[in-house]
């Protein structure tokens, strides 16, 4: 049996951190010569999230990993055409 832990934290367009989220994971053990894990997470972002960060720790070996996301989808398309401006018409 494994132990990770999952960190998530997202920011603004200003770099304002805007959302954490964090979690131990427990990974039985299984085939030794595929050593693969899967793991999905929701996640509830405000509408002015643009960066994601998230960071994994294997308690048992140390090693650390990380990955950022620079560009987060900013809503859905009708959500987008909600917020924009009509066009003023002669």
């Known amino acids: 049996v494994a132990m990770i832990d999952l960190a998530i934290e997202s920011w603004d367009k ?3 951190a805007s959302g954490r989220f964090g979690q131990s994971i427990k990974i039985p053990e299984g085939d030794a010569t ?3 894990v899967a793991f999905r997470q929701e996640l509830s972002l405000r509408p002015d999230t643009t960066t994601l ?3 994994i720790l294997d308690r048992s070996s140390g090693h650390i990993g ?3 996301i620079a560009s987060v ?3 859905t398309q009708a959500e987008s055409k909600a917020e ?3 066009e003023a018409k002669p």
Do not use: F, S
């Open 14 to 16: 200003n770099g304002k």
């Open 34 to 36: 595929h050593p693969k």
């Open 53 to 55: 960060r998230i960071g």
């Open 66 to 68: 990380t990955v950022q």
């Open 73 to 75: 989808p900013l809503g």
């Open 84 to 86: 924009t401006k009509p």
